[in-house]
Every structure is written in C-alpha cells, then in structure tokens.
C-alpha cells in the first residue's frame, strides 16, 4: 500500500517557467489537498478537493492551479514560478472531513517536494 | 492574531521527564481537533486526535478545553526518540479547511 505519492522529490526551476508536482494516493480518499511549508509561517493551504472534479482555493492559491480529474490524482501546476515560491510542498489526503456526529479523520502526507526557483 | 498559535520552543528535557504543549485557537466553532508530529526534513504524521473527553495513547494523552479554546498533548517518560516538532491542527468550521500551527519543538536529552 503506498499512501500518497508525490514526484518529483527535489526541483530547481528558472524564474519564468512553469511546472506540474504530481501527487496520487491509493487509498480510494475523497478529500486531498496541497500544502506548501515556509520556515516560522506553518503549513499553508493552497488549494484543496473533496472529491473528482470539485476543487476550491486555500490560504495562498496565487500562482498555483489545480484539477482533479479522477479519485487518486490531484496535480499542483505553478503557471510562472517565482523565487517566493521556493518552498517545501506537501500533498495530502483523507477519507473524510470530521463535522459533528463524524469521526476525526486525520491527514495522510506525501513525502514533499523540496522546490527551489532561482 | 493567527488563528492557531503555538510556542515554537524549543523544550529541552532530560530523558524520562513529562513535558506539555499547548495550543491554541482563536475561532470558537472549530470542529476538529489533531496533534501532528514532524521529524526534521520529513512530512507531518498523525500522532492523534483530539475528543473533548480527552483521550490517551500510550504515554501521550490529549485535551480539548473549549471554554478557553485550547488543546494540550501531555508526554510522558519522554525518550529520545520524541524528539520532533509537534504540530497543532485545527479544522475550520463549516469548511474543509485544516489550519496548522506552526509547531512547537522538542528536544529530548540523554
């Protein structure tokens, strides 16, 4: 059973160019979301889905664009990278959000992907 | 104000000890409640959720006081395998939104 998969691991890109960080989980989860770390800011949302074809912006959405096409794959694009966009990005997902009555359901992480753009 | 805050630290305690964190959260419908653990260069995992009876795992025990809106993660006889940062996580209510502390770090000494 592999969790999350995210790819690549490690990424230098040129100011200008763009890029996809590929992210699937194998777990049948609805809900999957992408976050990037920053030292002393946290984990920050970018963008989010609860299920196939519905996505929804996080915290930090600009610059960023996402889609899901199907249960397992939620790619991340960055559409012209920036140096403010050197970050350590985390895909995640979950069976379910806990509201009320629901049970707790916790995050599954992928492993990151170490993006620097110089 | 950030609406999950927590003492980056770091503690540093002898082997053995007991050492608790603190979180807390400033929207009061907050619904969802975690502790996370990350090692150094690693992705966060699930340590545990957060009941509002408190729950214990081991030697890790959790609380929820939503009157004063915080959490709490209690470790006990602490090894030096513990040591990490400890991240709070709060999901938004009514969204699906989680929201991350920035974490609080531990250091367990021999």
């Known amino acids: 059973n592999a969790g999350v998969t995210q790819t690549p691991k490690f990424q230098v890109l040129k100011t200008g160019q763009s890029m996809t960080l590929q992210c699937a989980q194998d777990?049948?989860?609805?809900?999957m979301s992408w976050y990037r770390q920053d030292p002393g800011m946290g984990l920050r949302l970018i963008h989010y889905s609860v299920g196939a074809g519905i996505t929804d912006q996080g915290e930090v959405p600009n610059g960023y664009n996402v889609s899901r096409s199907t249960t397992e794959d939620f790619p991340l694009r960055l559409l012209s990278a920036a140096p403010s966009q050197t970050s350590v990005y985390f895909c995640a997902s979950s069976y379910g959000f806990g509201t009320g009555h629901l049970p707790n359901y916790g995050y599954t992480f992928g492993s990151g992907t170490r993006l620097t753009v110089v | 104000r950030k609406e999950v805050e927590q003492d980056p630290g770091p503690f540093n305690v002898p082997e053995g000890a007991t050492v608790a964190f603190n979180c807390t959260y400033s929207n009061s419908a907050s619904q969802s409640f975690f502790w996370y653990r990350q090692d150094c260069r690693k992705e966060p995992k699930l340590l545990m959720s957060v009941y509002s009876s408190g729950n214990e795992d081991g030697r890790f025990t959790a609380q929820l006081n939503r009157a004063s809106q915080y959490i709490s993660l209690l470790i006990r006889d602490s090894k030096l395998s513990d040591s990490a940062t400890y991240l709070c996580v709060v999901g938004r209510s009514g969204t699906y939104k989680y929201i991350f502390g920035t974490g609080t770090r531990l250091k367990v000494l021999a």
């Open positions: 777990m049948n989860h609805e809900y």
